[in-house]
């Protein structure tokens, strides 16, 4: 499946809620949802028909996938070790998704979106323990520590963080003026704020 390239906040629409794809701009009056709360599309603000069992399923891990920029089969690889591990499934995919690299950047406060915190990550802007690291989809630990590599720090990008007050979960610390970060946990499902329905993800791919 090909890279989506088109109008980023057209997924935010087609979902419904915000997916928080833009950065600042989500947070601001300039968000499309804003704007036009409705589906794109030609059709978009008719009358919505019952949606069946498996157009909510398929719904959701599209909105999952959307949420964590991932293509199709990225999601379902990711899907198929969360079922190897022991405990819930959709619990098991959820923390796996919210330990990859891009999205702890993300979380940290070093990139104001998971877009730039993926291509933050792949231009080699960061190290986990000390060792360089631009895979986006590396799953961090517990105790590991993820820094803005020294030959970054002084880009206008980072300096600007320095001044900022970031607020993070609490499975994760940061220190904002050293731009580094710790994972002091592994999250728990409380502990994630995606607006996500796991088990119908689950179904989905029971079927």
């Keep these: 499946m090909a890279r989506y390239t088109d109008a980023s906040c057209r997924l935010c ?4 809620q915000k997916l928080f794809l833009k950065g600042e701009r989500c947070y601001s009056t300039k968000c499309a949802l804003e704007k036009r709360n409705f589906p794109p599309g030609q059709h978009g603000q ?9 157009g909510l399923q398929l719904r959701e891990k599209q909105k999952a996938k959307r949420f964590y920029g991932l293509q199709e089969t990225q999601f379902r690889n990711t899907f198929d070790k969360a079922a190897q591990k022991k405990g819930k499934t959709g619990e098991n995919l959820l923390i796996l998704l919210e ?45 590991d520590v993820i820094k803005v590599k020294k030959s970054s720090t002084d880009s206008p990008k980072f300096k600007e963080i320095k001044d900022m007050t970031i607020t993070v979960p609490n499975w994760i610390s940061v220190d904002v003026q050293n731009l580094e970060g710790k994972v002091v946990t592994m999250p ?7 607006p996500i329905a796991e088990h119908l993800i689950v179904e989905l791919y029971s079927k």
């Design 13 to 16: 629409r087609r979902e419904g």
């Design 46 to 54: 008719g009358r919505r028909s019952k949606t069946s069992d498996y």
């Design 99 to 143: 330990t990859r690299l891009d999205n702890v950047v993300f979380r940290l406060g070093f990139a104001s979106s998971r877009k730039e915190a993926r291509q933050l990550v792949t231009h080699g802007h960061f190290t986990v323990n000390d060792q360089k690291v631009d895979i986006p989809s590396y799953v961090v630990k517990a105790g």
């Design 188 to 194: 728990t499902r409380d502990e994630i704020d995606t």
